[in-house]
């Protein structure tokens, strides 16, 4: 199937530990992002990468660590977790298209809680 | 979502029509896209219009924009159970490789 997967879809840690999720496309896509969705289902862009290449940082603690090894895989490290940091995060990607049409594939989310 | 902003809910009968609004600041917008999620999912593309278009018919859904009030609507004809779900718009802009969503609005369709 062609998609966009991420792992793990639930993820239950205590606060200070750190953790990752993965996410990996196999569309051929260039770029890559990371969103949050808060509990109000708020979805707010976390960080892109096109070809590898880290172009959007938004306001986000530096606790978060996006990497890109390849174009097709793009992970999210999270150090010292934090309540705050319980959300839904969600991995995109898209052909890049400054401006243009930038049509975003999701995958299915990864449900953070922090306890 | 501070550039765009779409009421939070709406709740409609089977078979009626479902309208649902959007806002957006920016008037240099390429495209506007709308997105649904259903429970424990990620978002999906519904449709999108280009900016250059007043109207996008496709099926059951219509899309209207008027870039002079910057106003989105998606309309929904003959709602069902199955479009019960939370519909994002959201805008790309140019030079700008994010899109902005807007907070969702919950459709609930009523039996």
């Known amino acids: 199937d062609t998609a966009v997967s991420q792992t793990p879809k639930y993820l239950v840690t205590q606060m200070g530990n750190d953790k990752s999720i993965k996410c990996e496309q196999n569309?051929?896509?260039?770029?890559m992002y990371w969103y949050k969705q808060d509990s109000k289902k708020f979805l707010k862009i976390m960080f892109s990468?096109?070809?590898?290449?880290?172009?959007i940082n938004e306001t986000v603690p530096n606790r978060f660590s996006p990497k890109s090894p390849d174009k097709a895989h793009l992970n999210l490290h999270i150090n010292s977790l934090e309540l705050g940091d319980s959300a839904v995060y969600f991995c995109?990607?898209?052909?890049?298209?400054?401006?243009?049409?930038?049509?975003?594939?999701f995958g299915p989310g990864t449900r953070l809680t922090v306890l | 979502g501070e550039d765009v902003e779409q009421s939070l809910f709406l709740s409609v009968r089977e078979g009626d029509s479902s309208v649902i609004n959007c806002t957006y600041t920016?008037?240099?917008?390429?495209?506007l896209y709308w997105y649904k999620q259903e429970p424990g999912a990620g978002l999906q593309l519904l449709t999108y219009?280009?900016?250059?278009?007043d109207m996008k018919q496709d099926q059951r859904l219509t899309v209207l924009l008027n870039k002079k009030d910057k106003h989105l609507s998606l309309r929904i004809a003959d709602t069902q159970t199955g479009d019960s779900a939370i519909y994002f718009c959201?805008?790309?802009?140019?030079?700008?490789?994010?899109?902005?969503f807007g907070a969702g609005t919950t459709v609930t369709v009523r039996a």
């Open positions: 569309l051929g896509h260039d770029t």
């Open positions: 219009i280009f900016s250059n278009m």
């Open positions: 920016d008037s240099s917008s390429t495209y």
């Open positions: 959201a805008e790309s802009i140019p030079y700008d490789y994010k899109l902005s």
């Open positions: 995109a990607s898209s052909h890049r298209l400054a401006g243009v049409y930038n049509e975003q594939f």
């Open positions: 990468y096109n070809n590898k290449e880290l172009i």
